[in-house]
């Protein structure tokens, strides 16, 4: 799928975890691939983090007079058409792809999670919620996202928002097919013969129970949405000038390809890495916790 | 390259013959006598075919409508204008009006059309379609922008109301001459407005009420030009084929396809793959690779519009602080811009005028240039020395990079000055409703050219001017512009032009930021290209093959 | 039965209904309106702006156009496309050809290529294969689609000039096979890891099933279990995938068919959002809208059919 938004494979059974998070751990820890890709994410993580502390420059500093220079001491990533140095807009733009990632996933998961609880456990709202799911999935991938963004602007903060309000579904899908399995189980129904009401169990028991599958789910839907912000800053509705993200980076280098490549091509990069280390990730943990989705 | 300061003239009406001559030398196609064409300056005219691409399609190619670029271009292809404008002189040249006269006080021009004109259908073109073209245009439901030009007509007012039917400022004795009576007199009405008028073919269209952009006939057109409308898929591709029929003689491209690749990036691949023929929207960043590419050639054509940076002059801190605006436009390097960032080897210094109009006047428009020092110091004379207490925004529209790239470089510089600078990019529909309604600080938007005639750019600086987005307003502005307006003689048009941009360049409604030339990168295997300030396509019916 | 049809065709319509007062409702939040499109900037009437608003009906009331628009679709009438000029139903259809031929090539080849990638994984799980597959599949999912686009571009166009640009040819005729490549490439590159991995998972699931291991406990070769026991229940999933691809059908990609310059329906609803384009938009909305909600009513069904252990509610 050109633009896919969070579609995860079909749901299928998966047992309560009671213990052995030893053992997944330790799995997690053997598949290399997946080590590794953790490990950036953890580096990358810090480098956003500090950002400008650890920047050698500020990232909004122009000088002509050194613009569209190749990667070289002092400017290990070269320059971009203003003279700023691409190696500190990197790390500024790896601030805004993580926060917009990692942000838009907690809200499609807030949104998505709770819809999918509701309607799995609820029978009486199954219906009704699992329509305004069809109709929101059948508006095409990013029609919502543009429709969304050309009505009220777009911007970093904007575009959390909008992904959260248009993501959600498949989550929620998800989410949704794995309670309609735990209902039927023992623990379940042991918790509603104590007396539990509806919230409890579907805070206590389902939730502790689903969060592997929403662990999987919340680790390749952030892969997704860096694509989606980079995407966006390609079509110039992503993050707003002068602050950088690996996307608009990719897009205003775009111009440049034939005469100052680098610009373009470490923020390509770094949008490919990032994002199959989060692929590597979810992949990883999911082998690990054998979780069937 | 056609760049050089037009020389000064002292009657437009008396130079008629003689551009008369060399228009009409210029304009003639090829002859058309249906054996094998051979262009005379060189090339051949058999199978020729040309595949233009450009970014972004226009609304319209019905001529009472278009009002973008493409469509003025397209139009002029597929209909005839009354009059054609000389490329190197810029007078008015004869078209289907083959001869005009002029009262005495000017208010009164008689046209005599070719007989030879007419449509495409095989039905002559008369002065009742000229007739017809006109009052459609003063129709009370026309939607066009051009009705403004023709209520200059005596009695327009009462047609545009729906109070009346008939026009007494529109008179036509017989099937070639057409008499149109101005209420006042109007400088520019060859240049500007019988430039604009391209008749429409009354027998088609009579009846069927206003002409709408959904009407069948704006979708199929029917003219009289060297080309007949072929296909138009809208947002994808146009297409026109020549009109062997043409009755100034058949063009000598037979066929032009224009295709819309919205991706800047894809349209220079395909220039320089030579996938496409030609384009004139080549992104600026590819020019240095597009003139060294030995299969193409770039031609760089005097603008047709400037990018601006309008100040809004009804908030603070711009309202009555015309040192600030100086202080601005004093902060800022254009020059280094332009050569930078548009890739201009020898930037001229910002104008309102365009440097290829006659009424620029070099010396009168002197806009301050860039020079740190003196913008300090304009600074404390405005009031904020340091530049405390100055924070605005400058909102421009998404997807344009130029304009994107102006924005982060006027921020950054300008924050040397000490001025708090921010930047917003909007969708296109939400960044004019906010320019037209007056909500922003700064906003980053084109100028016209004053190409072919000043005129065109007085309602920028008059007084609640329609396209005056900063509500610019001074009297004396408004006195001069409507005396040159009114003129005949074009020396004394020139002076008092001259003393509209001194003042303007005072003032500083608006930072005239860069004339931004008009490109055209073309394949070498294309003779008789010859870009004009005019119109870089204005010749394209001549192009051969070579 | 057909209760159940009738039921969720009933629903189908509710939706679509609902979908349209979402969409409607959006669209009267923007500032501005389609008259700033339809009006250039440089215009030199004020008076314009007011006719061509009231030409588009736009000074009426909110619920007034709205409810103009809800009764004449009803009747089949979708209106005109203000930035268009045309009926809304034929701007749709003129791009509607060109989306489907391109997304009915992507989804068979992609299907095509990944099926025997996945089965291949799943058969030989946790082998040297397998990891490649995973590690490629993961690759494709990973690159950024239209800077896979401009490499392919670069190289292919400009460098190699074995390829066009741009542009869709002239349909699906065999002389605009070169048109084809390059986008279905790009489109290809995210598609074919999703179906391979989700063709794999379910391979997987099969074969560890109880027939399968009975089968293999009875002697039977690898080969006659994974084509005669396992393939067939499998049909299930690659019948998912291509249920789950339907709504690609009238997608379209917003960001190939701009690179590409292909005249699609993703595009369409780009431009026609951009510009406020009311009636484009809604009729877009419906009619995409419609078949996605149609389409999942059609798998749905065929579920019913095909495997019996499925029971709806």
Redesign the interface.
């Known amino acids: 799928?050109?633009?896919?938004v969070l579609?995860g494979?079909?749901v299928?059974e998966s047992p309560p975890q009671v213990s052995a998070r030893r053992r997944a751990v330790q799995r997690f820890v053997g598949n290399r691939?997946a080590l590794v890709s953790a490990i950036y994410i953890g580096v990358l993580a810090v480098v956003a983090a500090l950002a400008t502390a650890i920047a050698p420059y500020d990232y909004?500093?122009?000088d002509?007079t050194k613009?569209l220079q190749p990667p070289r001491s002092g400017h290990l990533l070269g320059t971009d058409?203003?003279g700023r140095d691409v190696l500190s807009r990197m790390i500024a733009g790896s601030r805004v792809s993580l926060t917009v990632g990692v942000l838009s996933v907690l809200l499609v998961l807030l949104v998505g999670v709770t819809i999918g609880l509701v309607a799995g456990y609820l029978r009486r709202w199954d219906g009704p919620l699992m329509?305004?799911v069809?109709?929101f999935?059948?508006?095409?991938?990013?029609?919502l996202l543009?429709?969304?963004i050309?009505?009220?602007?777009?911007g970093s903060w904007k575009i959390v928002i909008f992904i959260g309000l248009s993501a959600w579904m498949s989550t929620a899908r998800l989410v949704r097919g794995q309670v309609l399995r735990l209902r039927e189980m023992e623990f379940v129904m042991a918790s509603e013969c104590l007396g539990a009401r509806p919230g409890r169990v579907m805070r206590k028991d389902l939730l502790r129970n689903v969060l592997d599958v929403i662990m999987v789910q919340a680790t390749l839907s952030i892969?997704l949405v860096i694509?989606l912000e980079?995407?966006l800053s390609?079509?110039?509705?992503g993050a707003?000038?002068?602050t950088p993200s690996w996307g608009n980076m990719?897009a205003?280098g775009?111009?440049?390809?034939?005469?100052a490549w680098w610009i373009a091509t470490f923020p390509?990069l770094a949008?490919?890495?990032t994002?199959?280390a989060f692929?590597?990730v979810g992949?990883g943990i999911r082998d690990a916790l054998d979780v069937?989705m | 390259m056609t760049r050089d300061v037009q020389f000064t003239r002292r009657e437009a009406i008396s130079l008629f013959s003689l551009a008369a001559l060399t228009g009409a030398a210029g304009l003639a196609g090829c002859s058309s006598d249906g054996s094998s064409k051979t262009a005379t300056a060189g090339g051949s005219c058999t199978d020729t075919a040309i595949k233009l691409g450009t970014n972004g399609d226009c609304q319209n190619i019905n001529p009472i409508l278009a009002v973008d670029s493409d469509g003025y271009w397209r139009t002029d292809l597929m209909f005839d204008p009354m009059v054609l404008i000389d490329p190197k002189s810029l007078a008015p040249v004869p078209n289907l009006a083959k001869k005009w006269d002029i009262s005495t006080d000017g208010k009164t021009y008689t046209f005599t059309l070719d007989p030879r004109a007419k449509f495409q259908d095989g039905s002559p073109l008369t002065s009742r379609d000229v007739e017809f073209t006109i009052m459609s245009m003063l129709d009370p439901g026309y939607t066009g922008p051009f009705q403004t030009y023709w209520a200059r007509l005596e009695g327009a007012d009462a047609v545009i109301k729906g109070s009346a039917k008939t026009l007494p400022g529109l008179q036509t004795p017989d099937d070639h001459t057409i008499k149109m009576v101005l209420s006042q007199p109007y400088a520019g009405f060859l240049t500007v407005i019988a430039r604009q008028l391209k008749p429409l073919p009354a027998h088609l269209l009579e009846g069927k009420g206003p002409l709408t952009t959904s009407s069948p006939f704006s979708q199929r057109p029917v003219g009289s030009g060297q080309y007949q409308f072929k296909n138009w898929a809208r947002g994808n591709l146009f297409a026109a084929d020549a009109n062997a029929r043409y009755w100034q003689g058949a063009p000598c491209m037979k066929s032009i396809t224009q295709t819309i690749i919205p991706d800047m990036n894809t349209l220079n691949q395909a220039l320089v793959s030579g996938q496409l023929d030609a384009s004139i929207v080549p992104p600026p960043s590819a020019l240095p690779q597009l003139r060294q590419d030995s299969a193409l050639h770039v031609y760089e054509v005097a603008p047709q519009y400037a990018e601006g940076l309008w100040f809004n002059l009804q908030r603070a801190p711009f309202k009555g602080n015309a040192k600030l605006r100086q202080a601005i436009a004093a902060g800022v390097d254009f020059v280094a811009f332009q050569k930078q960032f548009m890739y201009i080897k020898d930037p001229t210094p910002s104008s309102f005028y365009s440097y290829a109009s006659w009424a620029y006047d070099a010396k009168a428009a002197a806009v301050p240039q860039y020079d740190p020092e003196r913008a300090k110091s304009l600074l404390v004379e405005a009031g904020h020395p340091g530049g405390q207490g100055v924070e605005f925004e400058i909102i421009t529209n998404a997807g344009n990079a130029y304009r994107a790239q102006e924005q982060t470089y006027v921020q950054a510089q300008l924050q040397k000055l000490g001025l708090k600078v921010s930047v917003k990019q909007s969708e296109w529909g939400d960044f004019i409703s906010s320019v037209t309604k007056g909500n922003f600080d700064v906003a980053a938007i084109s100028i016209g050219s004053a190409i072919p005639d000043p005129t065109a750019l007085d309602f920028a600086f008059v007084t609640n001017g329609a396209i005056n987005y900063g509500k610019y307003s001074n009297p004396e502005v408004d006195r001069l512009l409507a005396e040159a307006g009114a003129a005949t003689d074009q020396a004394k048009r020139k002076e008092l032009y001259s003393r509209v941009q001194a003042i303007l360049a005072q003032d500083l409604p608006l930072i005239p930021s860069a004339w931004y030339p008009n490109y055209l990168v073309i394949k070498k295997t294309f003779g008789n290209v010859d870009p004009a300030v005019i119109g870089p396509y204005w010749n394209i019916g001549k192009y051969s093959s070579i | 039965m057909t209760l159940y049809v009738l039921r969720r065709l009933g629903q189908t319509i509710a939706m679509l209904w609902g979908l349209t007062i979402i969409v409607f409702a959006l669209l009267q939040l923007a500032p501005g309106g389609p008259e700033e499109y339809l009006v250039p900037n440089n215009l030199t009437d004020p008076g314009q702006k007011q006719r061509i608003i009231h030409q588009l009906g736009l000074d009426q009331p909110m619920l007034t156009q709205y409810w103009h628009w809800l009764t004449e679709i009803v009747r089949g009438d979708f209106g005109t496309a203000y930035s268009y000029g045309q009926p809304v139903l034929k701007v749709i259809a003129s791009r509607l050809a060109p989306t489907l031929e391109l997304q009915v090539v992507v989804i068979l080849l992609s299907i095509a290529v990944a099926i025997p990638i996945g089965v291949i994984a799943a058969v030989r799980r946790y082998s040297g294969v397998d990891h490649v597959v995973t590690t490629a599949s993961l690759f494709g999912l990973s690159m950024p689609n239209f800077w896979f686009a401009l490499l392919l571009i670069l190289l292919f166009s400009v460098k190699l000039q074995w390829l066009p640009a741009y542009g869709n040819g002239s349909g699906l005729l065999l002389g605009s096979i070169p048109y084809f490549v390059l986008p279905t490439l790009v489109l290809g590159l995210a598609l074919v890891p999703w179906y391979a991995r989700f063709m794999r998972a379910s391979m997987i699931e099969t074969l560890q099933q109880d027939h399968i291991r009975t089968a293999r406990a009875q002697g039977i070769s690898e080969r006659r279990i994974v084509f005669r026991q396992a393939l067939k229940p499998s049909i299930l999933p690659v019948l998912t995938i291509v249920g789950l691809s339907l709504p690609l059908l009238v997608c379209g990609s917003v960001i190939v068919e701009s690179i590409f310059a292909w005249p699609g329906l993703g595009r369409l609803a780009y431009d026609s959002i951009v510009r406020q384009d009311f009636p484009l938009v809604m009729g877009l909305a419906v009619l995409t809208g419609g078949f996605v909600m149609l389409a999942n009513l059609v798998v749905d069904l065929l579920y019913t059919v095909i495997d019996p252990r499925v029971v709806y509610g």
């Open positions: 799928m050109s633009e896919p579609a494979p079909l299928a691939l909004a500093a122009q002509i613009a058409e203003f329509r305004v069809d109709i999935m059948s508006i095409p991938d990013f029609m543009l429709l969304l050309a009505l009220f602007g777009s892969s694509l980079s995407g390609y079509l110039g509705l707003q000038p002068p990719l205003e775009r111009d440049f390809l034939s005469q390509g949008i490919f890495c994002v199959m692929n590597f992949d069937r």
